[in-house]
């Protein structure tokens, strides 16, 4: 079945690491998304990149990193530099525009600091 | 802020009773779109409106969209103790990016058996 997997499930962080959340999809879809959602909030835009080794900021992007080497993939890192990394993380795919697609999204990475 | 906005934040149904929750936003939009998520998990697409288009159905589901009052709203029928979920509108704002949706903080809909 096509879909999106994102691991690991749980992450903890503990204070000046880095850690890495993985995001892989077989959906054949151009377009990757990072979200970021916290307790009773919407998500929140990180990261999207529309091809490979192309990425662009959304609006939460400082504390965040990411790369796009591979259609298949687009690993998130949380740097150090993120202070309050504790949320939910969602990774989402879709096709190209124009017009909005469905985004297709996986069952996301929850994070928290030791 | 948030593009969008649903209302109410909360919302506890009987099973077989109609739910309807309310999407607004700011700005005009090429599209609006509703998502639904489990407890802990992803969001799940459920329709996807534009803004030419005033109604659309899918199974048990009606969106309607007011461009000239900037509303949506998501009608589930017949509700089922599976409906329990976070409902989200999204919209992608004219003129801006076409990659860009723009989420609500939600409505908590909760069917009780």
């Known amino acids: 079945d096509g879909g999106i997997t994102q691991s690991p499930k749980y992450l903890f962080r503990k204070e000046g690491q880095n850690v890495t959340l993985s995001c892989e999809q077989n959906l054949n879809h151009d377009a990757m998304y990072w979200y970021r959602q916290d307790p009773g909030q919407g998500l929140r835009l990180i990261y999207y990149?529309?091809?490979?080794?192309?990425?662009q900021k959304g609006d939460i992007a400082e504390g965040y990193s990411v790369s796009r080497e591979k259609k298949e993939s687009f690993p998130l890192t949380v740097t150090s530099a993120q202070k309050n990394p504790t949320a939910f993380y969602l990774c989402?795919?879709?096709?190209?525009?124009?017009?909005?697609?469905?985004?297709?999204f996986g069952d996301g990475t929850r994070l928290s600091i030791l | 802020s948030q593009q969008g906005e649903e209302d109410p934040q909360a919302l506890s149904i009987q099973e077989g009773e109609n739910a309807t929750m309310n999407c607004s936003y700011k700005?005009?939009?090429?599209?609006l779109q509703w998502y639904r998520q489990n407890s802990g998990r992803g969001l799940v697409h459920l329709i996807l409106?534009?803004?030419?288009?005033r109604e659309k159905h899918s199974g048990r589901l009606r969106v309607t969209l007011d461009t000239s009052k900037k509303s949506s709203s998501l009608l589930i029928t017949a509700s089922r103790a599976a409906d329990t979920a976070s409902y989200f509108c999204?919209?992608?704002?004219?003129?801006?990016?076409?990659?860009?949706?723009?989420f609500g903080k939600g409505t908590l809909l909760t069917v009780n058996p």
């Open positions: 409106i534009r803004s030419n288009e």
């Open positions: 989402a795919s879709s096709i190209i525009p124009p017009g909005a697609q469905p985004q297709h």
């Open positions: 999204a919209t992608d704002a004219r003129g801006g990016s076409n990659y860009k949706l723009t």
């Open positions: 990149s529309q091809i490979v080794n192309d990425f």
């Open positions: 700005t005009s939009i090429n599209n």
